[in-house]
């Protein structure tokens, strides 16, 4: 009777435990996502989201917007993601395919974890280094390369989890049909296309938010992207620009540019959602 | 004529090994029933003979095993050749992640089959299992949609699709529900004079009911084996005896 009682109330107190820790989480999002919009909404104009910034727009009384920085972003973080599911994606299926357990597969999740922890202004330098050596001038293509050295360990270690999920039987199942590995890689895709296009769009948060690995590489500019030599503008650097200036109307500028940031995002991953609900009519659970 | 001969066949996992000098010779166009208890070697031995064996990477193989008269274990042999001319039907239906119509599109599509009649094809191997009727307006849907009897049969029509020569059946029926597993028996039985048939069950009467040859494993090793009627009515071994009476297993 003692012992019932006690197994309830530990059921009980663990699982206000884990409300108050998902409280916790939920408030500070909504915090973060608050203040952004309480201190932003005021600055946010349709001027803001469809012109490039003109004279003095960091003294206060300039006028135009962020659009530059909109679709440098945009690029940015699009090239970077694009770039590096196109390393991650094969990786991800040979070692899952062609080396399934073997030594080659651990040491490099080992490299990509490391790689996942490395702060993003260390690729930025590296990038840096890189562009020097090769004589270039911060683009939007040393931007994009910088950015996608960022995320490639974040999509191709969730891809590598992903692929680890599937079943074990699709290997049998394909193979008995006498698959070659080709083949059986295309079916393994059917079944994780929903996963990768999760990892995609983690990848491109990531790389869309990212100020300190575009800082070097990808410049900053006034001007809409011209090309994939010249310097892009980007919003992180702009948030970052407006809110370092002394004048009040440009900090709340910074606000609006992450409140649009924001919702780019938020956007991205509701279509994601859509299209993986719709990808996954097939998926085997 | 015996399409498959099993000669001298020993499989290692790791340091256990699994088969001990297997030798058998698996009869044409006739119902094989491998039996034995759990952990005997029985999938073992029935995932040589596509060479399925060899995904797993712990496994050592040693021994011949004739197809047609050519070892398959030999060197320079096209494995997706042999998996192509012996099918599996495995023990959980386990349909691809695609619709009911590509899952039996699948094998005529990669091994070039179809010469554009590919839908002919898909309905004539969903007739052969009785699916037909059943599936004809949703043939888009994904195949996850069926019940655990239609799925199995669903695996069966991908399996016939790729044309193969001998079917293997790993507890085909184990985990489906009494009247489906009954389903799939009459089936299998009907496909005695297209396929040489090899089946695994640990169901000593569905093998009473199905087979026309029994093998019998014990331990990694094979004790008996011969006509069924001769090793249902007369076993030469005491381990056999004692399996069919079920004092041990």
């Known amino acids: 009777m003692k012992r019932k009682k006690l197994r309830r109330a530990e059921d009980l107190f663990f699982t206000w435990v884990m409300r108050a820790c998902l409280m916790t989480a939920a408030v500070v999002l909504g915090l973060i996502l608050f203040v952004i919009f309480w201190r932003g909404i005021g600055a946010l104009s349709w001027e803001m989201v469809s012109q490039p910034p003109s004279g003095g727009f960091y003294l206060s009384q300039g006028g135009g917007g962020v659009f530059h920085a909109i679709v440098g972003s945009l690029y940015l973080a699009a090239g970077a993601t694009l770039l590096a599911s196109l390393i991650a994606v094969p990786v991800v299926l040979y070692i899952h395919v062609y080396s399934p357990n073997g030594r080659l597969a651990n040491n490099l999740r080992l490299a990509l974890d490391i790689m996942w922890g490395i702060p993003s202004i260390v690729y930025g330098a590296f990038g840096f280094a890189l562009m020097i050596y090769l004589g270039m001038r911060a683009s939007l293509l040393a931007g994009i390369i910088t950015l996608a050295l960022v995320v490639l360990p974040i999509l191709a270690r969730t891809f590598d989890e992903v692929v680890s999920m599937a079943p074990r039987h699709l290997h049998e199942t394909t193979f008995s049909l006498g698959s070659t590995r080709l083949e059986f890689l295309g079916v393994l895709l059917r079944q994780t296309v929903p996963g990768l296009l999760t990892a995609v769009l983690l990848a491109f948060g990531r790389g869309i938010g990212d100020a300190a690995s575009v800082l070097f590489t990808a410049g900053f500019t006034n001007n809409m992207p011209e090309g994939l030599l010249r310097p892009v503008a980007s919003l992180p650097l702009a948030v970052f620009f407006q809110l370092g200036t002394p004048f009040p109307e440009v900090q709340a500028r910074a606000y609006a540019s992450a409140l649009i940031l924001t919702v780019i995002i938020l956007t991205i991953s509701i279509l994601a959602q859509l299209s993986i609900s719709r990808l996954g009519r097939h998926v085997i659970r | ?249």
């Open chain 2, 1 to 249: 004529m015996q399409p498959l001969s099993i000669r001298k066949l020993n499989v290692w996992y790791g340091k256990q090994q699994a088969l001990k000098d297997i030798t058998v010779d698996i009869p044409y166009h006739q119902i094989t029933a491998i039996i034995g208890p759990s952990g005997c070697g029985k999938s073992t031995l029935l995932k040589s003979f596509n060479r399925l064996l060899d995904l797993n990477e712990q496994v050592r193989i040693n021994g011949q095993i004739l197809f047609d008269g050519e070892n398959i274990y030999a060197p320079g042999v096209d494995v997706t050749d042999i998996r192509t001319r012996i099918g599996l039907l495995a023990q959980k239906p386990f349909p691809l992640p695609m619709s009911i119509y590509d899952n039996v599109a699948y094998g005529p599509r990669i091994h070039g089959l179809a010469n554009g009649n590919l839908s002919q094809i898909v309905t004539a191997q969903l007739q052969a299992v009785g699916l037909w009727d059943e599936v004809k307006e949703r043939l888009k849907d994904p195949a996850t949609g069926l019940s655990g009897g239609q799925q199995q049969r669903l695996c069966l029509a991908r399996t016939l699709a790729v044309q193969p020569e001998v079917l293997l059946c790993d507890e085909s029926t184990a985990s489906l529900d009494p009247i489906s597993a009954r389903g799939i028996e009459e089936l299998l039985r009907g496909f005695k004079d297209k396929y040489t048939l090899v089946l695994v069950t640990h169901d000593i009467d569905q093998a009473r009911r199905l087979a026309d040859y029994v093998i019998f494993m014990w331990l990694g090793e094979l004790v008996e084996h011969g006509p069924a009627r001769r090793f249902f009515e007369q076993p030469q071994q005491e381990l056999t005896q004692a399996y069919l009476a079920r004092e041990i297993g």
